[in-house]
């Protein structure tokens, strides 16, 4: 026990050494350091909860203390470093769409091959048309695609006359 108490006071006495050859400025920073966490836990009766402003007080005066006096700081690195994530997820919110086009609807993937097996002889253009005129948007090249993943000729031949044959 005696060797544990002489311990402590070799100890502080180095430590006073040491804060006697530290800068003035030095030692107005950790002051304002520990003056400020004070004010944070009086504030808040459990747990410290320091608010992002209390966290950037904190940050920015904790870089005028010496590396071995900052680990005395309920603001470490990882909390700083959290801080800053959340300011940046905050910051850039864009809405999370995947890569690539949306996906076509079920329904007018039915419409469209509905309409192509109805009247075999309208194309891909023709189908969109009737499509778009019913009220719903959808692109030729869209249409296109649908025919050709079912296996439908988008633009089919026709072997019927034409107009001006059938005048003929």
Known sequence: MALRLLYLIVLRVFGWIALLARSQASKDAEILVLRHQLA?????GAAPRPSWADQAILAALARLLPRRRRNHLFVTPRTI???HAE???RRWTYPKHGPGRPPIR???RALVLRLAAENPGWGHRRIAGEITSAGR???PATVWAILKKAGIDPAPRLSDPTWTQFRR
């Open 40 to 44: 944070v836990l009086r504030r808040q």
């Open 81 to 83: 470093l959290r801080c």
């Open 87 to 89: 300011l940046v997820k």
């Open 106 to 108: 079920p329904t007018i």
């Open 137 to 139: 948007k959808v692109s």
